[in-house]
């Protein structure tokens, strides 16, 4: 059968097959080359380089030595070890910094405070403080006015609490040093606390409470249930977050009165990164030392308590369960999630075994399902390569070790849909009392060496090196050089991991579950799992394929 064809394009066609096979056609080389100007041409068309003798500078070429040139002076690397320094004022407040080369500065403060010390008052003031961190003072009368000055200097402000610190800080040109100092004076010693302000951080507080409750990510309520189990109604088990039957109860005189007993200058540690120490030392004697605090200036009536609660950390164990509904995120990939984190006593910053632990949890690791197995995500950690890469139905495990001054918390987050509950658990829990298990020398340099990686990598940002310079004096009166903690590091044998895990596991185990947690098995259970072999009572062998 005839293929239909169009006899005017297939004319066209070949009319411009001929045109271009005579405009284009390749010229053939017949091997002679025309050369000017230092560079051949060929017939086809193409060019070679040809070096060219012509003399085009007077200057000798840079490929022979200059004569009568002395020797070369290279460059070496100076001595960064700058040393911290640390100068006590009359009032008790603490200054030390940590002189850097570069434009900007850090600066800021850093307080003995936190939800830790809310045992006489409503929980969430801290919360609150939070939220009203940099408004109006008694030098600037609305927070424009204190942004507005940053912003001259090219500078910006943040405020973050922990359970047992309050931080307040600025990074800006160093030239504007001056402002920055007066600015941190005013909103830790002078806020105004107006009325209105207040109001619009309590709806900011309902706001983040709401909010919380909607993510996918429960971490901020889970770590709050986590430490209430573990250290229940004392220190560090208070919540972070204000409950929502509190917000109506803080006012500003709660507020002026917590902050007159906490916020004092014996509890302060003001630290600058990229500053000279003397210049520090002369501001804060002129804006921290000199003039009046708020709470001073309005006479405020001390209320019970009439001092700071010194009461020490006491680690109990137990459980906070929360039968909920957590949203689907469908769209993102998330199907419905239980989330449960179990969690044994660690020790606080201070303890021997502190460093042991630092590299136990790197060993464990962990991190989300999605990117397990990628290069940089942690896939050979415990957690990815026996928990995450064998069980298709988890999808996140993560161990997190919090240290604070008396006491600690090494936990494991994890989340697999509810009808998988008590798998989570008894995988989570035989990970825990596998801990003690003697780590491969690999397994154990890997560990160490990613932990000194990620110590000096962070100390890299001034913020950090600010805010590792603030927590230290605070805590010990003095700050350790980094190469201190990496020769630490260096010394932990697999022994001390050991060591530091069966420590962990002598402790009654905490556990904190929110989601559709029907049919979680109880601590009882847990802790009878961990004393044996890691396994739940009456629970058949895992499978991978379930």
């Given amino acids: 059968m005839a293929l239909p064809f169009n006899t005017k394009t297939l004319t066209s066609r070949v009319f411009l097959n001929k045109c271009c096979r005579t405009i284009w056609r390749p010229y053939v080389s017949t091997g002679g080359a025309n050369i000017e100007g230092g560079r051949a041409s060929n017939l086809d068309g193409s060019t070679i380089n040809v070096p060219s003798k012509e003399i085009v500078t007077p200057l000798p070429p840079l490929s022979q030595p200059i004569p009568d040139l002395p020797p070369v002076q290279y460059a070496r690397p100076g001595d960064q070890s700058n040393v911290t320094q640390v100068t006590r004022l009359s009032n008790g407040l603490r200054v030390a910094s940590e002189n850097r080369f570069g434009q900007f500065c850090t600066v800021g403060v850093v307080i003995d405070s936190g939800p830790r010390y809310e045992l006489a008052y409503p929980s969430g003031v801290s919360h609150f403080l939070e939220k009203l961190a940099f408004q109006s003072t008694q030098s600037f009368g609305e927070k424009d006015v204190i942004f507005k000055e940053l912003e001259q200097h090219g500078g910006i402000c943040d405020c973050q609490s922990s ?185 606080s910053h201070q303890d021997k075994d502190f460093i042991a632990a630092c590299v136990l949890n790197i060993m464990m690791g962990g991190g989300g399902s999605f990117s397990a197995g990628g290069p940089g995500k942690g896939m050979y950690t415990r957690l990815y390569t026996n928990v995450l890469n064998r069980y298709h139905w988890m999808y996140s495990a993560t161990a997190y070790n919090h240290a604070y001054g008396d006491s600690g918390l090494f936990c494991i987050h994890a989340t697999a849909p509810p009808t998988h509950i008590r798998s989570l658990v008894e995988v989570i829990t035989r990970e825990l009392y596998t801990m003690q298990a003697k780590p491969g020398d690999q397994e154990l340099q890997r560990a160490k060496t990613q932990l000194q990686s990620m110590l000096l990598m962070n100390l890299e940002a001034r913020p950090v090196v600010f805010e590792d310079i603030g927590r230290q004096v605070l805590a010990t009166g003095e700050r350790r050089r980094p190469e201190h903690f990496i020769q630490e590091i260096g010394k932990i044998t697999a022994e001390d991991i050991q060591n530091v895990a069966r420590r962990f596991l002598a402790s009654p185990p905490a556990l904190a579950a929110r989601g559709e947690i029907k049919g979680i098995p109880d601590v009882k259970d847990i802790q009878t799992a961990l004393a044996g072999e890691g396994r739940l009572p009456g629970n058949r062998r895992l499978s991978l394929f379930r």
């Fill in 163 to 347: 359970r047992d610190t309050f931080v307040y800080a600025a990074s800006a040109d160093s030239r504007g040093l001056d402002s920055v100092s007066r600015i941190l004076a005013d909103v830790v010693l002078r806020p105004k606390l107006a009325t209105e302000e207040v109001d619009m951080a309590r709806q900011a507080v309902k706001f983040e409470l709401e909010t919380l409750g909607m993510r996918p990510e429960q971490e901020p309520i889970l770590m709050d249930m986590i430490h209430a189990a573990a250290f229940r109604d004392n220190t560090l088990g208070l919540p972070k977050l204000c409950p929502p039957q509190n917000a109506d109860q803080i006012d500003r005189t709660l507020l002026l009165n917590y902050l007159k007993h906490h916020h004092s200058p014996d509890r302060m540690v003001l630290a600058g990164v990229g500053v000279p120490h003397d210049d520090l030392v002369r501001l804060a004697e002129k804006y921290f030392v000199e003039g009046s605090t708020t709470w001073d200036m309005e006479k405020i009536v001390a209320k019970d308590p009439a001092g700071v609660d010194g009461s020490i950390a006491q680690y109990t164990g137990g459980s906070k369960l929360e039968e909920c509904a957590i949203p689907v995120y469908a769209a993102v990939g998330l199907p419905e999630l239980a989330h449960v984190v179990i969690g044994l006593k660690g020790c």
